[in-house]
Nanobody, 116 residues
Framework: QVHVVESGGGLVQAGGFTRLSCVAS????????MNWYRQAPGKQRQLVAT???????NYADSVKGRFTISRTNAKNTVYLQMGSLKVEDTGVYFC??????????WGQGTQVTVSS
């Protein structure tokens, strides 16, 4: 079993920065990739950033150059460093662990609100 818990976020001013953390526990060796998603009010959840087990990263076009996904050497904690924040970055940010054929394990989400 893998469990995922997010933390961080809160209220941030436009142009500012914040960092989200995602801690995975359990059988972390089964994790193929860790992903950050966000869900804005009234919109579908969308992929923001991915880091694979090999360390490769990928970003949504809307956050490229502003957000950075990284992880600890132990690979059980993934961060999303968010900079040059915009009002449209507001939403609930979810972390998940991709377990391949075993599916996805989602965290409970953490709110990020960017004020103008």
């Amino acid at each position: 079993q893998v469990h995922v818990v997010e933390s961080g976020g809160g209220l941030v001013q436009a142009g500012g920065f914040t960092r989200l953390s995602c801690v995975a526990s359990g059988n972390i060796d089964s994790i193929n990739a860790m992903n950050w998603y966000r869900q804005a009010p009234g919109k579908q959840r969308q992929l923001v950033a991915t880091i694979t087990s090999s360390g490769s990263t990928n970003y949504a076009d809307s956050v490229k150059g502003r957000f950075t996904i990284s992880r600890t050497n132990a690979k059980n904690t993934v961060y999303l460093q968010m900079g040059s924040l915009k009002v449209e970055d507001t939403g609930v940010y979810f972390c998940n662990a991709d377990l391949g054929s075993w599916g996805l394990r989602w965290g409970q989400g953490t709110q990020v609100t960017v004020s103008s």
